[in-house]
């Protein structure tokens, strides 16, 4: 039922790996986000896309690298990640942010990565 | 200081009790207040926005209180179905950025 796909669902890799998440939204949006859930933490924006264009990288390690094709696609590649990044991985989409005005944002199921 | 600030919990209540949960911010520059809801092993919903004048829908009500940086949903007649994460929401009014609190684990039990 939801607008917002995200794949995989799971995923567990090692240091040295390379590997992509990939998230997909059907609602028409023009706004897409990345965000890291961890344990007893609360939800951390990493990057904001508007309109394809980032608007936002929340001091994120360049070892998570997003990128946005156009405005119904959002992947976040990773390579030489460590232990520590291990977390739920969530992806949303809202129509276009205009500042003060709120748009609710719709997430996706997450993926829960695992970096051994 | 955290950013926003929730209890944890978990509060523990039996089905139809009346339950509150508070939340503080710290940016006094902060425009819009939201309340999310997450299940377990699932992604957040937005349950409410929080108007200045206090809003209600249904069995839940939000209220904000700009002076004291405060927030708090209500939620009465509690059904099972309400047990969730509930998490605390603020947004700038500059910024595309949602801050988030580390959210309030509810349990409605028979």
């Known amino acids: 039922e939801t607008g917002v796909t995200q794949t995989p669902r799971h995923l567990v890799m090692g240091m040295t790996n390379k590997k992509s998440l990939k998230c997909e939204q059907h609602?028409?949006?023009?706004?897409m986000y990345w965000y890291k859930q961890s344990a007893k933490k609360p939800l951390e924006l990493m990057f904001v896309?508007?309109?394809?264009?980032?608007?936002e990288n929340n001091s994120v390690p360049s070892r998570f690298s997003p990128e946005c094709p156009n405005s119904s696609h959002l992947f976040l590649h990773l390579h030489t990640l460590q232990p520590e990044d291990s977390a739920l991985y969530l992806c949303?989409?809202?129509?276009?942010?205009?500042?003060?005005?709120?748009?609710?944002?719709?997430f996706g199921p997450g993926t829960r990565l695992t970096v051994l | 200081r955290k950013e926003v600030e929730q209890d944890p919990g978990p509060f523990n209540v039996p089905e139809g009790a009346t339950v509150a949960f508070n939340c503080t911010y710290s940016?006094?520059?902060?425009?819009?207040f939201f309340w999310y809801r997450q299940d377990c092993r699932k992604e957040p919903k937005l349950l409410m926005s929080?108007?200045?004048s206090g809003n209600e829908d249904g069995r839940f009500t939000a209220q904000l209180n700009r002076a004291s940086q405060y927030i708090s949903l209500l939620i009465r007649d509690s059904k099972l179905s309400d047990s969730a994460t509930y998490l605390c929401?603020?947004?700038?009014?500059?910024?595309?950025?949602?801050?988030f609190g580390t959210g309030t684990r509810l349990q409605v039990m028979l």
């Open positions: 949303a989409s809202s129509p276009l942010d205009r500042g003060a005005v709120h748009n609710e944002q719709f």
């Open positions: 609602l028409g949006h023009n706004a």
């Open positions: 896309y508007n309109f394809k264009e980032q608007t």
């Open positions: 940016n006094s520059a902060s425009q819009s």
């Open positions: 929080v108007y200045s």
């Open positions: 929401v603020v947004k700038d009014g500059t910024a595309s950025k949602l801050t």
